[in-house]
């Protein structure tokens, strides 16, 4: 049946063809003479490997391979140099060969949903023009930082794996609009996380989340989910104060970022000859109430933000604990601000 349809194509020099449900356990080598074929579907049936002759579809833009017996990424993709979009959803895929990735350059969606990957190749980021990707219901307990370098990524789904944080480095995903990672164990999202200044549609569902990064009220979010964890509330309770003792590598750097400030300070020339210290102090913070910067987490605090009036949300009302970091216990005295500190339990 599938030969013959093949022959159908080959004779009518068909761009689309269709192998959907056919039962098929492997691929008639005769696949490689339809080299002017834009689309291959052939999900739903039982193959577990191709055929060399594959590598000559180099026209072939589109490929579902979706609900299949594959084991291992097809290394044999790489040489379609002209595929778009992939689809390999509902194989038995564990393991994606990092040089397997090689020659994905136009690859702009790839859909991986309902494998069996424990991990992601350093060579994710070879996907250089990918805008959609999905690896959701797999079983990936972390995502590699080079992941974080394909820029070009606009939506990304990854849930119902066993994800416990994202990569620090977040924020480099610059066109990222939309980012489905709930059904996780992810206890708290990237800081980074606020430099997605695209990112309008986050779903957290269903995670181990206490309260959100400081700059969640810069993003364009149109639509937050956030059900299912274990939110601060706020309700008050007694605390005791402890002493404030700074270590002199913060008071130092204190000092040092506040005579950063001054333009005609001595010190801005001086620390051009000290890259380590320019990157060490480039990881500080800003405290919420008086601005000054800090090296260390002194205070963290929250804020309680209304969905609706301060997030402009459509999706969801209430109120949403949003991080907050304070440089003393004098500025958590002043008055003026409605921030609260933290307690553990």
């Given amino acids: 049946?599938?030969?013959?349809?093949?022959?159908?194509?080959?004779?009518?020099?068909?761009?689309?063809?269709?192998?959907?449900?056919?039962?098929?356990?492997?691929?008639?080598?005769?696949?490689?003479?339809?080299?002017?074929?834009?689309?291959?579907?052939?999900?739903?049936?039982?193959?577990?490997?191709l055929p060399i002759e594959i590598c000559n579809l180099h026209n072939l833009q589109i490929l579902n391979l979706g609900n299949n017996a594959l084991e291992e990424f097809p290394s044999l993709l790489q040489h379609?140099?002209?595929?778009?979009?992939?689809?390999?959803?509902?194989?038995?895929?564990?393991?994606?060969?990092?040089?397997?990735?090689?020659?994905?350059?136009?690859?702009?969606?790839?859909?991986?949903?309902?494998?069996?990957?424990?991990?992601?190749?350093?060579?994710?980021?070879?996907?250089?023009s990918i805008e959609h990707l999905s690896i959701d219901k797999n079983q990936l307990n972390e995502l590699p930082v080079e992941f974080c370098a394909l820029i070009t990524l606009k939506e990304f789904h990854v849930a119902a794996n066993c994800l416990t944080s994202l990569p620090l480095e977040m924020g480099y995903l610059i066109n990222l609009e939309s980012l489905y990672i709930q059904q996780n164990k992810i206890r708290e999202l990237p800081e980074s996380l606020g430099k997605c200044y695209r990112l309008r549609y986050l779903d957290v569902g269903a995670n181990e989340l206490r309260i959100f990064p400081t700059e969640l009220s810069s993003l364009p979010l149109r639509e937050l989910y956030c059900?299912?964890?274990?939110?601060?509330?706020?309700?008050?309770?007694?605390?005791?104060?402890?002493?404030?003792?700074?270590?002199?590598?913060?008071?130092?750097?204190?000092?040092?970022?506040?005579?950063l400030k001054d333009r005609g300070s001595s010190m801005r020339r001086n620390i051009r000859s000290y890259p380590d210290v320019r990157n060490m102090l480039a990881q500080s913070s800003k405290c919420a109430v008086c601005s000054n910067a800090f090296l260390n987490t002194w205070l963290e605090c929250v804020k309680f933000?209304?969905?609706k009036k301060d997030l402009r949300l459509v999706?969801?009302?209430?109120?949403?604990?949003?991080?907050?970091?304070?440089?003393?216990?004098?500025?958590f005295n002043a008055a003026g601000?409605?921030?609260y500190g933290v307690a553990f339990p």
Avoid: W
Wanted: aromatic share 4%; charged share 20%; proline share 4%.
């Fill in 337 to 339: 601000h409605s921030y």
């Fill in 227 to 259: 059900e299912e964890n274990p939110l601060l509330q706020n309700l008050p309770v007694f605390s005791v104060q402890e002493e404030e003792i700074l270590s002199l590598k913060e008071l130092c750097a204190r000092f040092v970022m506040k005579e």
């Fill in 305 to 307: 933000v209304d969905a």
């Fill in 1 to 49: 049946m599938a030969d013959a349809l093949l022959l159908l194509a080959l004779k009518g020099q068909s761009k689309h063809l269709t192998l959907c449900n056919k039962n098929l356990e492997k691929i008639p080598q005769i696949i490689g003479k339809l080299d002017f074929i834009c689309q291959l579907q052939l999900k739903n049936n039982k193959i577990k490997t």
């Fill in 80 to 128: 379609l140099q002209s595929l778009q979009k992939l689809h390999l959803f509902g194989n038995n895929i564990s393991l994606i060969d990092g040089n397997s990735l090689n020659g994905f350059k136009k690859l702009k969606l790839l859909n991986m949903n309902g494998n069996k990957l424990k991990t992601l190749p350093p060579e994710i980021c070879k996907l250089e």
């Fill in 315 to 331: 999706s969801m009302s209430g109120l949403i604990p949003v991080r907050a970091l304070l440089c003393s216990y004098k500025c």
